[in-house]
């Protein structure tokens, strides 16, 4: 049972992340001075390639949440790239002499006029590029358009703020050791076992502070499988958070650090697997982003933990008793995990298992339409009437497979589908993979 007051508290809060933030003090010049160093440092092979693709065929459009709720033209997934279209065209093009002399340069007032374009309009969840006859890679250009706003100074300070806390005191929300050791502490006083800061396991897992403050049944229900499949395991509190807002806010160092964090305590316990909470963009950050300091690839698998838990059900360890055969569930593909991380078919088996009338969406798996509060839209204030246009085309797709509960697999899109039902008084149930799961335990 979710705690509604936690809920409302967690909202009221993300209302003062502005009053947190310490923005740098920079002068318009010495902005403009930084944006043009990143777009010039990431202006690779693939990025170039993506923005001179481009044909303006608008197909992008049609698969975007935020456009298809508003038809405004400004949210065309293409046009998210104009910045960085136009330094290329005038700096790194074959043609860029010539280019530059009908290309207008970019300003302060382009990269202020672009903030919400890339942050509030935008939840990297690649649609926009499955249906691009080019293959055009928008997503990862937003994510360098927000490392140029970050490196100008122009993050929005929501996310600036919690990306500096995470930095800074290693804490999210205020969330750290202390907090994950109360979690695991009532837990424990309910008989669950948690093993905690243990000098060596197989897995280690990772939560994260929207789970510790709010999601605790997925937390719990972690532990209970864990524990039901007979696995050494440990959560460890000097590295434990899987939100990651330097890569929402655009910050590649403190993505780098948040990491970090991780990966030492992984590599200090010998952890075979570590496995990531139900959390979309922990999943890539730590999957698909992360490396050793010396470049190379992590020497232990990361795994989200609806994937580990699904493969457990196909593989036959984890069995499940009968559930309800009259209950319509359907699931909520969240984009990092799916369209980015190619995890559809474990969560599914493991709500196929729980014995219920399973009902997926139109369009399902990859081309799911994104909630429309990811890659930390979900924090930013003034975004929230163009999150709600968005989460109507969710529900409207939910409401079709006739479902009384929808499962998700992401804490983040939990939350926008909780702020989204709470508005519309949506009688849909929204429940955790994982929690499913540890409810059906087989003795
Ligand atoms: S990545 Fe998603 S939100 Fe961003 S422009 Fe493409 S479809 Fe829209
Ligand atoms: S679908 Fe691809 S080629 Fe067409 S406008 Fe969008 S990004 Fe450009």
Not at 105 to 120: A, F, H, M, R
Not at 147 to 164: C, I, K
Not at 245 to 267: N, V, Y
């Amino acid at each position: 049972m979710i705690n509604m007051a936690v809920f409302h508290g967690f909202l009221e809060a993300i209302h003062h992340l502005p009053e947190m933030a310490k923005p740098e003090v920079l002068t318009d010049d010495e902005r403009l001075a930084r944006a043009k160093k990143v777009i010039r440092i990431k202006m690779d092979r693939g990025l170039a390639l993506d923005l001179e693709a481009c044909v303006n065929c608008g197909y992008c459009s049609e698969a975007c949440h935020f456009y298809q709720s508003t038809q405004d033209p400004q949210y065309s997934p293409s046009r998210k790239l104009d910045l960085l279209r136009r330094v290329h065209a005038r700096e790194t093009s074959a043609f860029a002499p010539i280019k530059r002399l009908f290309t207008p340069d970019i300003t302060v007032d382009d990269l202020k006029e672009w903030q919400p374009l890339v942050y509030d309009a935008c939840t990297e969840c690649g649609r926009c590029s499955m249906i691009c006859p080019m293959g055009v890679n928008i997503a990862r250009g937003v994510n360098v358009m927000r490392e140029v706003l970050f490196e100008a100074g122009l993050a929005p300070l929501e996310l600036l703020a919690v990306a500096q806390e995470q930095a800074g005191r290693g804490t999210v929300f205020g969330v750290g050791a202390t907090e994950l050791v109360q979690a695991v502490e009532a837990m424990r006083s309910q008989g669950i076992h948690m093993p905690l800061d243990e000098p060596q396991a197989d897995v280690m897992m990772v939560t994260s502070v929207i789970d510790i403050l709010l999601y605790q049944d997925a937390l719990m229900a972690t532990a209970k499988i864990l524990n039901h499949l007979g696995v050494k395991w440990t959560l460890r509190s000097a590295g434990f958070e899987g939100a990651n807002f330097g890569l929402l806010a655009g910050s590649e160092a403190l993505q780098k650090e948040a990491s970090r964090r991780l990966i030492d305590e992984a590599l200090a316990i010998g952890a075979k697997t570590v496995l990531v909470p139900e959390c979309g963009h922990a999943y890539p950050a730590l999957r698909w982003d992360a490396r050793l300091d010396d470049g190379l690839p992590l020497p232990f698998e990361v795994m989200a933990v609806s994937e580990y838990v699904g493969q457990q059900i196909s593989n036959g360890r984890l069995q499940l008793s009968p559930g309800d055969p009259t209950r319509r569930i359907t699931y909520h593909d969240a984009c990092k995990l799916a369209r980015h991380g190619g995890v559809v078919q474990e969560p599914r088996a493991a709500l196929k298992a729980l014995g219920v009338d399973f009902t997926d969406t139109t369009p399902t798996a990859e081309t799911n339409w994104c909630c429309g509060g990811g890659a930390g839209a979900f924090l930013i204030n003034r975004a929230e009437g163009l999150r709600y246009k968005a989460w109507e085309i969710k529900r409207e797709q939910i409401n079709a497979t006739g479902a009384d509960t929808v499962a998700v697999a992401c804490g983040s899109c939990r939350l926008n589908l909780m702020a989204g039902a709470e508005k519309d008084q949506w009688p849909v149930k929204i429940e955790s993979v994982v929690s499913l799961v540890a409810m059906q335990l087989k003795d």
